[in-house]
């Protein structure tokens, strides 16, 4: 017998879980309790603070949605206008010393024009081989070269997404991309190159919000704190140790044993089959693979300069430095860094020399959050990359050699991106059936591996979906139709709609009237 007996358990409390935990909690029908090994809530969303008062999210996080029910929670979570910002996104690609706006393949017209040359050549090549292709791409390389040409992918896609995914394009497959990259007009980019002009803004996330403060990880600690108590076992109480899929019980490492009817999982995928000591999981999950992410930040002394301005996030293809994005955190929030009237010292200066004083003085200050990814095909040297992200700063005049740093901040997260390569889907076909065979539904960014479905507000649906699939049988749109819930506004859940489980109509019909 366990010690504890629920109809629906939870492992995690990152969106995907509180996802779950937001509808079971909603639709008030199965027993249910969530787990987290961390003492706060938001997993790969959350947000640390360093000594100093300067804050970085887990990765560049913003918020924007697809869905209706997310929206509904998370305004419930933070409900006060003055909870959020509201931003026009900012980006540019950093490319020979100047800022191409982004997306770079749709602002060629920056480009030196020897390069403009070249990517016009490769556009035009690509469009006439376009028109008579009968087969489609095999994997990410094959994409750019048919959709961008030969120049576009040797300038900017191929450097660019080696840097981002630590894998080389060609051990890519293409079905995840969607609207996660941009396709380029030809037709717009050769008037654009003629006109001198630039494009517009482009994706889902040209207007996002950002929590006003605790940054990111905030959204989530207040979402759990809509959630009963009860429910929830956080910090070392809360610890899995083992997943017993048999029996269906779960061992915490505490020694509490929890039995369960379903269980949720949002932990990554590969962890999971090996609290589960399966051998035959194990060995297929080891198809699935990942890359690490190193989140870097560089806390400023001094007034924003004006070159910086009102930049969001900033991509970096070149060699030049290490990292491949980099975040105005300062911009996002005025309470993502100590207040002016805060006397910090200076650590040293961004060259590394001495500071001048080792007084504590007043700011104004500001931050940037850099990304480095990692992997078997990409090795990085950990021992020197905070140095070497402050000196590829430096090489792209993003800072001077004689700023003063007031703080800095590095954590590896071991899981950062869940690689779409080309043996993914024969894995997950095959994985996520035979789990949910045995009673256990892995949702999340890593418990379900798909990238595509891998943002905040994919992932808290993921876990929304898998309640209502185990309760009433509905489809999971999010986990098995990226493209669909992507192209279009999803307003089927309300937070404010009552839930009727399969079989269960409402007690009072709408007369015709009413309706």
């Known amino acids: 017998m366990a010690d504890i007996k629920v109809d629906v358990l939870v492992i995690g409390a990152g969106p995907t879980g509180l996802g779950a935990a937001k509808r079971l909690n909603h639709i008030n029908g199965p027993s249910w309790l969530i787990l987290d090994a961390n003492e706060k809530a938001g997993g790969l969303a959350s947000t640390d603070v360093t000594p100093e008062g300067f804050l970085y999210d887990v990765g560049g996080h913003v918020i924007f949605s697809h869905y209706k029910y997310f929206d509904d929670c998370i305004d419930e979570a933070l409900p006060k206008p003055d909870d959020w910002y509201t931003h026009q996104r900012i980006s540019y690609v950093r490319y020979k010393g100047q800022w191409v706006p982004y997306p770079f393949q ?42 961008c040409g030969e120049g576009v992918a040797d300038v900017f896609m191929r450097p660019y997404n080696y840097k981002v995914w630590a894998v080389p394009t060609t051990k890519m497959q293409c079905q995840w991309l969607g609207e996660r990259v941009a396709a380029p007009d030809v037709k717009l980019v050769t008037r654009n190159v003629i006109l001198n002009k630039t494009a517009g803004n482009w994706g889902p996330n040209a207007t996002f919000r950002f929590p006003a403060r605790d940054g990111t ?94 930049k969001c996030w900033l991509y970096f293809p070149e060699d030049n430095c290490p990292f491949y994005r980099a975040t105005i955190f300062s911009n996002y929030s005025p309470y993502n860094q100590p207040q002016a009237d805060v006397k910090l010292p200076t650590l040293y200066k961004a060259d590394g020399s001495k500071a001048d004083s080792s007084e504590a003085k007043p700011g104004p200050y500001w931050s940037i959050m850099l990304e480095v990814s990692q992997s078997t095909m990409k090795p990085v040297d950990e021992e020197n990359i905070l140095r070497d992200c402050i000196q590829g700063l430096i090489n792209t005049e993003m800072i001077k050699p004689e700023d003063e740093i007031i703080s800095t ?20 076909k095959e994985l996520l059936p035979k789990l949910q065979a045995q009673g256990i539904w892995s949702r999340g960014r890593f418990g379900s591996w798909r990238y595509e479905v891998g943002n905040q507000d994919h992932s808290f649906m993921l876990g929304v979906e898998a309640v209502d699939n185990i309760v009433s049988g509905a489809v999971e749109l999010t986990l098995n139709y990226p493209d669909f ?4 506004a999803n307003t089927e859940r309300r937070l ?9 109509p409402p007690k009072e019909l709408p007369s015709r009237e009413r309706a």
């Not at 556009?123 to 489609?136: F, Q, Y």
């Not at 404010?496 to 269960?504: C, E, K, L, R």
Request: proline share 4%; aromatic share 8%.
């Open 106 to 147: 749709n602002n060629i017209s920056m480009l030196p024009k020897e390069d403009q040359v070249k990517c016009i050549d490769g556009l035009i090549d690509a469009a006439m081989a376009a028109r008579v292709a009968t087969d489609k791409p095999k994997n990410f390389d094959e994409w750019i070269l048919r959709t």
């Open 217 to 310: 990880g905030g959204i989530w600690i207040a979402v759990s704190d809509t959630l009963p108590e009860k429910n929830k076992r956080y910090g070392e109480k809360g610890e899995v140790t083992k997943v017993d899929a048999d029996k269906k019980v779960v061992t915490l490492k505490d020694g509490t044993t929890i039995g369960y009817d379903k269980l949720i999982n949002t932990m990554a995928v590969d962890h999971l089959v090996e609290k589960m000591g399966s051998q035959e999981l194990i060995t297929l999950s080891k198809g699935l693979y990942y890359s690490s992410t190193h989140v870097i930040g560089v806390g400023i002394r001094g007034e924003r300069p004006e070159r910086i301005g009102d």
């Open 409 to 428: 901040y590095h954590r590896k997260f071991d899981h950062g991106y869940p690689t779409p390569s080309l043996e993914r889907e024969g894995v997950l």
């Open 485 to 488: 819930v992507n192209s279009r």
């Open 496 to 504: 404010d709609q009552p839930f009727y489980s399969a079989g269960t």
